[in-house]
């Protein structure tokens, strides 16, 4: 059963526990904005499911509470970003909005940022970008998940790529995809169902494709997208490996097998992430950038689809139903479980619960 | 049985059929710089395997040897250019080199072509960029071969991705991969074997999962990387469709579905392809790039292997192995059949047939 909650009570709790946590306003409301935009587009992994661990990092002070990013170098169109432990959220917005004012100057902004944590959807970014009239990229590292392609052991993190541009009216196209085959969550569900994996989701201790969840999860870890080797996982492992280049490697952050494991418990390292943002003026190239774009994301729509299914799909459409159902809803739906833990952590860190709709 | 052939011999063979097919001097150079170096780099498809394609591009005048490049709109870090139909080399080396020149100015080059040819391999071009101490990145779009998840007919190319960095030395990270689950070729070599296909690889005309070669071949069409939607193959045509964002949409070239079918007998429209090249100075950004990205490399390929293979690969360490053959044999080694219809195609277009060494 899902209970309904409205945005403005989901963002009330999530500020008010940040702050009780340690966090001052700006931080806060930063993340407040990012977790609440992946729940209504469905997202439910990223958002306040999480905010538990934020609060975790400010209370053992593995992230800054009272830091600001900070541009460390600059040029008229790229800029490097010492986040300064902020939380990824506040650095994120900092080196998009940074981004967005170099692309509409100059025709495209590129900033990376060190010193960053967790910065939620990686999509976020992308769309303030959309919301500016510009294509937006965000790429991040994180914790090690995913194993390299004939190797055993976890070097990379899920490592997302997302690109987001504007279409006409409201509409968009939104890639936010990790490039591990699948989400580890995802393999947890199959655990809890007691199913066996689909074909190229993982691999166990000693890198060979594993049906059973708990192999994956306990010492083996996350394909790389496209699986094994044969059916072209090596190509997702060159994307992950490239997200690396791009965010850890080119901004002197933590990279791969470096970063801090993922939820550890009484972790005191900083996460220290590294993270990529650019934004592109469609105007300085073709004309009519967005009547294109629609054109394609149209075309594909009204593809007669395969049996068994609805439609064909464009990036973003799945959010875009969320967010349709959460606006009909007055509300985000969560599930009634979600809504119980968020209820004993609220009186753990001495918060109201949240409110909801019935 | 391979014959090898030297660099030298196998330049002057292409430039000489070009030439015969009624090129000019520039842009005959141009398509043997890229052809030898996808051969010298073990991607024999995209190499002399190909010359006859662009000789009859000239010959049915769908290629235009009379023209150049030219840049219709720049600010300091991007220019729009329009290929006016050169051969793809031409245009591709024309975008990357300006790309190279406003990156090391600012930071950053971000070039978008129109009305361009199949350029070759797209690593081409980041190579180019490596060799300047940059980051090269390009993108293409081609012939309708992959078929979108939930759809049943081809609508997008096979759609590359080329990143390529500069790590210390001569060594360096070069991804160069279709976002297709295979190429076409491997597919028919299956079929050739008359061995069935590996997971993921691609649909029949129902868009389901095929295991016969021949249906991927007639009526069906390469899956994305991922395969089906169940292991993760929305991602990959996600990557397909950002790709053509960045080229046809972008530029405003033809895109996706629109683009003439690969290889069709004597097609008469020209290709309009559409192209992305960035070049990224990563001196801006974080100090010691290639010292870093060198140690993420060298920790990859010294990671335990799984079982029956000899070592984990980075990104471009293939490609560098057949490098280093070509330069220990002397020359590119080529399988006698490619040698034997390289001389019947001298044959006809009154060209001197390569020699080889033995």
């Not at 001052?24 to 499911?49: F, I, K, M, P, T």
């Not at 600001?68 to 900092?94: I, M, R």
Request: aromatic share 6%; charged share 20%.
């Amino acid at each position: 059963m899902a209970k309904i909650v409205t945005i403005r009570e989901v963002r009330r709790f999530i500020i008010q526990s940040l702050r009780a946590a340690g966090g001052r306003d700006a931080q806060c409301e930063d993340l407040a904005d990012v977790l609440v935009a992946a729940d209504v587009r469905g997202h439910y992994s990223h958002g306040l499911n999480r905010l538990e661990m934020y609060c975790e990092d400010y209370q053992r002070g593995t992230s800054d509470k009272d830091a600001s990013p900070v541009t460390e170098k600059e040029t008229a169109a790229t800029a490097l970003v010492n986040g300064n432990n902020c939380l990824g959220a506040t650095v994120g917005k900092y080196c998009m909005n940074l981004a967005i004012q170099k692309s509409k100057e100059i025709g495209v902004g590129v900033v990376t940022a060190k010193g960053s944590n967790h910065f939620g959807i990686a999509g976020f970014y992308g769309l303030m970008a959309k919301e500016a009239g510009l294509v937006g990229i965000s790429l991040t590292n994180t914790s090690p998940l995913q194993v390299p392609t004939r190797g055993k052991v976890c070097t990379l993190g899920t490592n997302p790529i997302s690109v987001i541009a504007p279409a006409l009216g409201d509409d968009y196209f939104a890639l936010d995809m990790a490039t591990s085959a699948v989400a580890i969550g995802k393999v947890e569900v199959q655990r809890r169902k007691g199913e066996e994996l689909p074909a190229g989701w993982g691999c166990d201790v000693n890198g060979i494709e594993a049906k059973d969840a708990t192999d994956v999860i306990v010492d083996g870890g996350l394909f790389p997208l496209g699986g094994p080797e044969i059916s072209g996982g090596y190509k997702g492992y060159g994307l992950a490996l490239m997200v690396e280049m791009f965010v850890g490697i080119l901004s002197g952050a933590h990279w791969g097998p470096h970063i801090r494991k993922w939820q550890a418990p009484n972790e005191t390292r900083t996460a220290d992430l590294g993270q990529f943002f650019m934004a592109l003026n469609p105007a300085v190239f073709g004309e009519g950038f967005s009547e294109r774009l629609q054109l394609l994301m149209d075309y594909h729509r009204a593809l007669e689809p395969i049996a068994g299914v609805d439609s064909v799909l464009v990036p973003g459409d799945p959010e875009r139903s969320h967010e349709t159902l959460c606006r009909d809803s007055g509300g985000i739906p969560y599930h009634e479980a979600l809504i119980r833990d968020m209820g004993i952590f609220a009186e753990k860190i001495k918060v109201d619960p949240m409110e909801t709709l019935d």
